[in-house]
């Protein structure tokens, strides 16, 4: 994954919160709470970022943590949270 | 508010700790709103937890109406959960609906069918982001009328009829269980798979005119059984909590509910003239937290109600304290305990340690009661008017082999443990 570009689904919005975030999928209407700041940081710069690597060094995140990231990346893509970008960047 | 002044002054919120913790000190938005666009109703449900009838004068017009969904959509409150009364007897509500899902505020309303024409569902049928709740608590004209009023059972099951022939997916047939009905649950599920439709079941609360006929009407200990039983065999297929959305929390195991009050922290409710309260089960001043046309919209009443600053600190619990379900339970549900007569700081009524059974026998709480009858009742003045002090009688419970689900859980099995 940390090779790969992402995003946020289109159908999802991040709204804050006073412990991280929480999004909101409106195709699936499933609501999930990010309760690590440094995961809404790192969710938000997905777009931008060229590839999941990056999006987790900009964030500032520690490389010690980043597969308990990754893992959490992978749970939010699981349910659509977060999509795959293909065909070039966003 | 003399009944929450048991609470400390609030704390600061810690800044870890898990997410039900985190709730306990509320969210920037709520996340589980109710809006009930009007207290008129065609019907006079004996058990409407608004106490529904007559129109309010000062309703909310449509303008004020557009201002609050303009409101939610800058606090990213994503859906809110319609009701009424009636809501769709408003002349602007297939209207508000539109500017809602077009403002990207989703709804979940609920009806008795009354407007659901099949032109009407034709039109549903295309909008995205909007759930139907159709309303029938019997699944026999017979059983249903007794409670919902003559006819309602004809009106819901066109209803359903309209919206599966225009092809709206996935209606919800929303069944309060209750005493009558619980021995057709077969025939509940038979109408909605008839109609491609999902069967979902909640449960009966003392609140609005509930409050009058809880008593004869909520499940028996038997029943409950019973109704586990049947959940069981049906499985996924039917729902017992809420449709709309799911909760998941990142970092812990998928929560069952919120195991908490939610009351001005993450649930809250607008009523038709524009009052906040903390929780829709909870219709009385002591839970008024302000009216978004006077105090400055609804985001500021969320944000500054000094009954919401009450509301968001860690419950005290009394009895409960040294409970061993205490972090799962906290004391089960606000509302049920004023409703009853109960102390707030005590335990639930439905308490599945049995401390609530104790508490309703012990206590003489005709006056509390008395003391806690909403001052705004819309009911119909031709309705049959029973008012009395809630008789509550609850059956004896079954050994705590369990801890109790989550306080606001809607599912008509809460508080239920198979023993
Ligand atoms: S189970 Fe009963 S005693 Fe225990 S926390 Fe819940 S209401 Fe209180
Ligand atoms: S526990 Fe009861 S009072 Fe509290 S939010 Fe849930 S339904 Fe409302």
Redesign the pocket.
Known sequence: MLDEAWSLSSSVALRPEPFGALAYHFGTRRLTFLKAPGLVEVVRGLGAAPDVRDALTTAGIDTAEWPTYVAALRRLADTDMIAPRTGGSA | MTELDVRPSTPARPATGSLVEQFEYGLDAPICLTWELTYACNLSCVHCLSSSGRRDPRELTTGQCEAVIDELQRMQVFYVNVGGGEPTVREDFWHLLDYAVAHQVGVKFSTNGIRLTPDRAAVLARTDYVDVQVSLDGATAEVNDHVRGAGSYATAIRALDNLAEAGFEDAKVSVVVTRHNVGQLDAFKRIADDHGATLRLTRLRPSGRGADVWDELHPTAAQQRELYDWLVGAGENVLTGDPFFHLAGYGESPMPGLNLCGAGRVVCLIDPIGDVYACPFAIHDTFLAGNLLRDGGFGQVWRTSELFADLRSPQT?G??TR????DS????CMAAKFFTGLPLD???PE???G??ETALAADDRAATIASRRPADDHSHRTAPAVRRPVPVQIGTRPG?SA??VSACSESPLAGFTRD
């Open positions: 619990s009895a409960c409970c061993q379900f205490f339970c906290r004391g089960g005590g335990p639930d308490c599945v340690r401390f609530g705590p801890p109790p």
